[in-house]
DNA sequence: GCCGTTTTCGGCCCGACTGTTTTCAGTCG
C-alpha cells in the first residue's frame, strides 16, 4: 500500500515539474498539485484506500489528481510524472535550485546555450557567454556565481533548525529595536508560525518617519555577510551562517497587517485574500482596504483584519489552511493551550545525575517562583549508563527532596526511565513502585525497524510505572532524525494506556511532532508539556513547548499539567495503580 | 488542475526589487 507521505512527495514533484513546463512556478496547475499535496498529509486515513467519491470530497483534490493516486497505488507510477521526469533530468532540475535561477531563465539556458546541469552553468558563467543571452547580462552572470558559491546547490531549499534561527532573530530584533524611531521590531513568516526548520528569516519593523536608518543599521549588522537586495520597504542579506533575512519596513499603523502578510503561510494568506476579494475588498501588507475607493478598512492589529473578514483572531502558530479558517468563521477554533494555563512541569534533572546544573534546592526553588503547583523531579535511572543514579542515589534523592517539604508546591519524586529494546524499563516493580512519577524515554537504539520501535513504546505506556513517554521520537531538529514507528498504533496505545505523550519544549527537540500532535486530534490522547530542563533557567522553555502544542492543535485540557493538584495526582495514582 | 447560489467555462492573491529594458519580465516570498 502506498503511504500518503510517498503520495503527497509525489504530487509535491509534479507540482515542481509542472511549474518548469508552464514557466512558472505560480502556474495554476503546479498550485493545484502542491494543494492537492497538502491535502494528502492531513488526512488520517491513507489515502490510496479510500473511494473516488470521497477522495474528490476532498478541497484540492479533484477527478485527476485521485487517478493518478490510484495509478500510483495500482502501477507503482504515475505515467505523466515518468514523461515529465525525462523531459526535465535531475541535474537539470537541480540547475533551477540556485538562487535567482527561475524556471524561464533556466529554460532559456537550456535552449540558447544547452546548458542542463549546475556544471554546464558553472562553465558558461566562467566563458562569460551567458550575458550573450537576450534578457540576461554580466549582472546576472555575477549573481548566479555568487549564489552558488555562497548557497551551494539547492540554496532555495536550505532551512536552518529553528533554535539557531529562534537565537539569530533575538539579536536582529534588539539591535533594530535600538534604531531610533522604532517602535516594534518582531520576527515573522516560518518562525513565527514555529515550524521545526526556518527557511528565510523575516523580520518587520515599524517605524515612523525616516526608513533609511533602520534599513541602513540593518544591512550593516555585524553578522550580514552580504546585500542581496536593499530598498525603501523592503531589503534582504545573507548572514555568516548562511541564511536569508528579509527585513520588512512599514508604518505603526500597518503593523497588523503587515503582521498577517509576513507570517504566513502563503496558503493562509491565499484563503485570507480571497475572503477579501469576496467583499470587494483588497488585502495586502498596508491593510485591508475598499477595492474601489482604495478607504483603509482594517490595518493596525491583526485582530482588526480578521474581524473585518468575520474571523476570529487565529494563532499564527495554525495559520497553514488546515482548516483554521473555516473553524475561526464558525467560532469554533479549539481552545488552545497557553503557558499560563501549565500548573507544574513534569521532566526536570539536577546536578545529581550527571549531565544536569542545577542544585536539588535551587530547581525545586526556582519552580516554586514559577508559582508551580507541582513539580516532577526527574533525573536519569540507573540503565543510562553514562548519567543515571543507583538504587542508593535515588533513595538518598528521595530522602533530601522529603527535607524540602513545607511548601505549598507538591514535588514528587520521579526518574527519567530508560525504554529497552523490548520496551521494558529501569529498576524491579517493587522498586519502581516507591517513585511518585515516572517518565521514561528512547536513549538507545535509534535505527531499529519502525514495528519493532512501536512494539517498545507501546509496552512501556503500559507499564504502571510509566506515566508519560519522553520525547517521543527522540529527534533533534536537524541533527538526528528520531526513530521510526507507527503512529496510528502508538497513538492508540496511548489513549487506552492512560499514558500521557511528552511534548518536549526544548527548541532542540519540540517532540513530539506537530505533525503527531494533529493527527491525536480525533483521539482520547493525554499530554504533558515538560521542559526536560537540566538547568532552572531552562524551566521556561515553556515558552517555546507550548507554542509547538499549539502547532498541533493541542486543546488546554488535553495537557494533563494544566489540571487542578488534585485532579492530577488522582490521574497520576489511577495510572500508577494499574495493570498490565 | 480545481472549483462553482453569478459559473461546467473562465476565473484562480498581491506586491517589492533587480536587471535589462526603454516599459517590463523574472524571481521571490
Given at each position: 500500500?502506498?503511504?500518503?507521505?510517498?503520495?503527497?512527495?509525489?504530487?509535491?514533484?509534479?507540482?515542481?515539474?509542472?511549474?518548469?513546463?508552464?514557466?512558472?512556478?505560480?502556474?495554476?496547475?503546479?498550485?493545484?498539485?502542491?494543494?492537492?499535496?497538502?491535502?494528502?498529509?492531513?488526512?488520517?486515513?491513507?489515502?490510496?484506500?479510500?473511494?473516488?467519491?470521497?477522495?474528490?470530497?476532498?478541497?484540492?483534490?479533484?477527478?485527476?489528481?485521485?487517478?493518478?493516486?490510484?495509478e500510483l497505488e495500482g502501477t507503482g507510477r504515475i505515467e505523466k510524472l515518468e514523461k515529465l521526469r525525462r523531459e526535465f533530468p535531475p541535474d537539470f532540475v537541480e540547475m533551477?535550485?540556485?538562487?535567482?535561477?527561475?524556471p524561464k531563465k533556466a529554460l532559456l539556458l537550456r535552449d540558447r546555450l544547452g546548458a542542463t546541469s549546475v556544471d554546464d552553468l558553472k562553465r558558461a558563467i566562467a566563458a562569460e557567454t551567458l550575458r550573450d543571452v537576450p534578457g540576461l547580462g554580466p549582472k546576472t552572470e555575477q549573481n548566479l556565481f555568487r549564489a552558488i558559491e555562497r548557497l551551494g546547490i539547492g540554496g532555495k531549499e536550505r532551512r536552518t533548525p529553528i533554535i539557531d534561527a529562534m537565537r539569530l532573530a533575538h539579536e536582529i530584533t534588539a539591535a533594530l529595536s535600538e534604531v531610533e524611531g522604532v517602535e516594534r521590531a518582531e520576527h515573522m513568516g516560518s518562525l513565527r508560525r514555529f515550524r521545526d526548520t526556518i527557511g528565510d528569516l523575516g523580520v518587520i519593523v515599524a517605524a515612523s518617519g525616516e526608513h533609511q536608518a533602520v534599513a541602513d543599521r540593518f544591512v550593516s549588522l555585524p553578522l550580514v555577510e552580504e546585500t542581496v537586495a536593499f530598498g525603501a520597504r523592503k531589503s534582504v542579506v545573507l548572514v555568516t551562517s548562511g541564511m536569508q533575512v528579509d527585513l520588512r519596513i512599514v508604518e505603526p499603523a500597518q503593523f497588523g497587517a503587515a503582521a498577517l502578510y509576513f507570517t504566513g503561510s502563503k496558503a493562509h494568506n491565499i484563503r485570507l485574500r480571497q475572503l477579501a476579494a469576496d467583499c470587494g475588498w483588497l488585502l495586502n501588507e498596508y491593510g485591508l482596504m475598499d477595492a474601489g475607493t482604495q478607504g483603509v478598512i482594517a490595518a493596525v492589529t491583526e485582530e482588526d483584519v480578521y474581524a473585518a473578514l468575520g474571523l476570529d483572531w487565529i494563532s499564527p502558530e495554525i495559520r497553514e489552511d488546515w482548516g483554521e479558517i473555516e473553524a475561526a468563521a464558525a467560532g469554533a477554533l479549539p481552545e488552545l493551550i497557553q503557558e499560563d494555563h501549565l500548573r507544574g512541569d513534569l521532566h526536570v534533572h539536577t546536578?545529581?545525575?550527571?549531565?544536569?546544573?542545577?542544585?536539588l534546592t535551587a530547581t525545586v526553588a526556582a519552580a516554586q517562583e514559577r508559582g508551580y503547583e507541582y513539580l516532577a523531579i526527574t533525573d536519569h535511572a540507573e540503565?543510562?549508563?553514562?548519567?543515571?543514579?543507583?538504587?542508593?542515589?535515588?533513595?538518598?534523592?528521595?530522602?533530601?527532596?522529603?527535607?524540602?517539604?513545607?511548601?505549598?508546591?507538591?514535588?514528587?519524586?520521579?526518574?527519567e526511565l530508560n525504554i529497552g529494546r523490548k520496551g521494558t524499563v529501569d529498576y524491579d516493580p517493587g522498586f519502581l513502585a516507591g517513585f511518585g512519577w515516572g517518565v521514561a524515554s528512547v536513549h538507545s537504539l535509534f535505527d531499529m525497524p519502525a514495528a519493532a520501535q512501536t512494539e517498545r513504546l507501546?509496552?512501556?505506556?503500559?507499564?504502571?510505572?510509566?506515566?508519560?513517554?519522553?520525547?517521543?521520537?527522540?529527534?533533534?531538529?536537524?541533527?538526528?532524525?528520531?526513530?521510526?514507528?507507527?503512529?496510528?498504533?502508538?497513538?492508540?496505545a496511548a489513549a487506552e494506556s492512560r499514558c500521557a505523550i511528552?511534548?518536549?519544549?526544548?527548541?532542540?527537540?519540540?517532540?513530539?511532532?506537530?505533525?503527531?500532535?494533529?493527527?491525536?486530534?480525533?483521539r482520547d490522547v493525554l499530554f504533558t508539556i515538560a521542559t526536560d530542563a537540566h538547568d532552572a533557567r531552562e524551566l521556561a522553555n515553556t515558552r517555546w513547548g507550548t507554542r509547538h502544542a499549539r502547532r498541533g492543535w493541542v486543546e488546554r485540557d488535553r495537557v494533563v499539567n494544566t489540571w487542578p493538584k488534585r485532579r492530577f495526582l488522582e490521574w497520576v495514582e489511577e495510572k500508577r495503580g494499574s495493570k498490565r
Amino acid at each position: 500500500m502506498v503511504s500518503n507521505s510517498e503520495i503527497s512527495s509525489r504530487l509535491l514533484e509534479l507540482a515542481g515539474l509542472t511549474a518548469l513546463a508552464d514557466g512558472s512556478t505560480n502556474s495554476f496547475r503546479a498550485r493545484a498539485y502542491q494543494a492537492a499535496a497538502r491535502a494528502v498529509e492531513e488526512l488520517a486515513e491513507p489515502a490510496s484506500q479510500m473511494s473516488q467519491t470521497a477522495l474528490t470530497a476532498l478541497r484540492g483534490i479533484g477527478k485527476s489528481t485521485a487517478a493518478k493516486i490510484f495509478e500510483l497505488e495500482g502501477t507503482g507510477r504515475i505515467e505523466k510524472l515518468e514523461k515529465l521526469r525525462r523531459e526535465f533530468p535531475p541535474d537539470f532540475v537541480e540547475m533551477t535550485r540556485v538562487p535567482g535561477l527561475g524556471p524561464k531563465k533556466a529554460l532559456l539556458l537550456r535552449d540558447r546555450l544547452g546548458a542542463t546541469s549546475v556544471d554546464d552553468l558553472k562553465r558558461a558563467i566562467a566563458a562569460e557567454t551567458l550575458r550573450d543571452v537576450p534578457g540576461l547580462g554580466p549582472k546576472t552572470e555575477q549573481n548566479l556565481f555568487r549564489a552558488i558559491e555562497r548557497l551551494g546547490i539547492g540554496g532555495k531549499e536550505r532551512r536552518t533548525p529553528i533554535i539557531d534561527a529562534m537565537r539569530l532573530a533575538h539579536e536582529i530584533t534588539a539591535a533594530l529595536s535600538e534604531v531610533e524611531g522604532v517602535e516594534r521590531a518582531e520576527h515573522m513568516g516560518s518562525l513565527r508560525r514555529f515550524r521545526d526548520t526556518i527557511g528565510d528569516l523575516g523580520v518587520i519593523v515599524a517605524a515612523s518617519g525616516e526608513h533609511q536608518a533602520v534599513a541602513d543599521r540593518f544591512v550593516s549588522l555585524p553578522l550580514v555577510e552580504e546585500t542581496v537586495a536593499f530598498g525603501a520597504r523592503k531589503s534582504v542579506v545573507l548572514v555568516t551562517s548562511g541564511m536569508q533575512v528579509d527585513l520588512r519596513i512599514v508604518e505603526p499603523a500597518q503593523f497588523g497587517a503587515a503582521a498577517l502578510y509576513f507570517t504566513g503561510s502563503k496558503a493562509h494568506n491565499i484563503r485570507l485574500r480571497q475572503l477579501a476579494a469576496d467583499c470587494g475588498w483588497l488585502l495586502n501588507e498596508y491593510g485591508l482596504m475598499d477595492a474601489g475607493t482604495q478607504g483603509v478598512i482594517a490595518a493596525v492589529t491583526e485582530e482588526d483584519v480578521y474581524a473585518a473578514l468575520g474571523l476570529d483572531w487565529i494563532s499564527p502558530e495554525i495559520r497553514e489552511d488546515w482548516g483554521e479558517i473555516e473553524a475561526a468563521a464558525a467560532g469554533a477554533l479549539p481552545e488552545l493551550i497557553q503557558e499560563d494555563h501549565l500548573r507544574g512541569d513534569l521532566h526536570v534533572h539536577t546536578d545529581w545525575s550527571g549531565d544536569g546544573r542545577g542544585t536539588l534546592t535551587a530547581t525545586v526553588a526556582a519552580a516554586q517562583e514559577r508559582g508551580y503547583e507541582y513539580l516532577a523531579i526527574t533525573d536519569h535511572a540507573e540503565d543510562l549508563a553514562i548519567n543515571g543514579l543507583s538504587r542508593e542515589r535515588m533513595l538518598e534523592q528521595r530522602e533530601a527532596l522529603a527535607g524540602l517539604e513545607g511548601s505549598m508546591m507538591t514535588v514528587l519524586h520521579g526518574a527519567e526511565l530508560n525504554i529497552g529494546r523490548k520496551g521494558t524499563v529501569d529498576y524491579d516493580p517493587g522498586f519502581l513502585a516507591g517513585f511518585g512519577w515516572g517518565v521514561a524515554s528512547v536513549h538507545s537504539l535509534f535505527d531499529m525497524p519502525a514495528a519493532a520501535q512501536t512494539e517498545r513504546l507501546i509496552t512501556a505506556m503500559f507499564d504502571p510505572a510509566v506515566n508519560a513517554i519522553g520525547h517521543l521520537s527522540g529527534r533533534r531538529i536537524g541533527r538526528r532524525p528520531g526513530i521510526e514507528f507507527d503512529v496510528d498504533a502508538v497513538l492508540t496505545a496511548a489513549a487506552e494506556s492512560r499514558c500521557a505523550i511528552e511534548i518536549n519544549c526544548h527548541l532542540d527537540r519540540l517532540d513530539a511532532t506537530a505533525e503527531v500532535l494533529r493527527l491525536a486530534r480525533d483521539r482520547d490522547v493525554l499530554f504533558t508539556i515538560a521542559t526536560d530542563a537540566h538547568d532552572a533557567r531552562e524551566l521556561a522553555n515553556t515558552r517555546w513547548g507550548t507554542r509547538h502544542a499549539r502547532r498541533g492543535w493541542v486543546e488546554r485540557d488535553r495537557v494533563v499539567n494544566t489540571w487542578p493538584k488534585r485532579r492530577f495526582l488522582e490521574w497520576v495514582e489511577e495510572k500508577r495503580g494499574s495493570k498490565r
